[in-house]
């Protein structure tokens, strides 16, 4: 095997700097767009979500109570003080 030239080692060492610069700058991507996407995510949770969960909640704790008809009430108490 023979030996590298000097251009020959700086052109390797140069390429795989190339490369790894290429695999930082994806990554950085790829891991700041995970980090937006659960931000996002946590925004429509606490701003969307929640809210419409505690909206629904009250309505089924909420008693729902019969509607009284106060009209025939009255009637009934002035008749039987008539």
Known sequence: MRELTQEEKIDYIYENLIKNEKKIFWGNIVKWSFRLIIVLYLLYLYYILIPGMFQKLK????????????????????????
């Open 59 to 82: 309505e089924k704790l909420t008693p729902r109570l019969p509607e009284i008809n106060t009209s025939e009430i009255r009637e009934k108490v002035k008749s039987l003080f008539n």
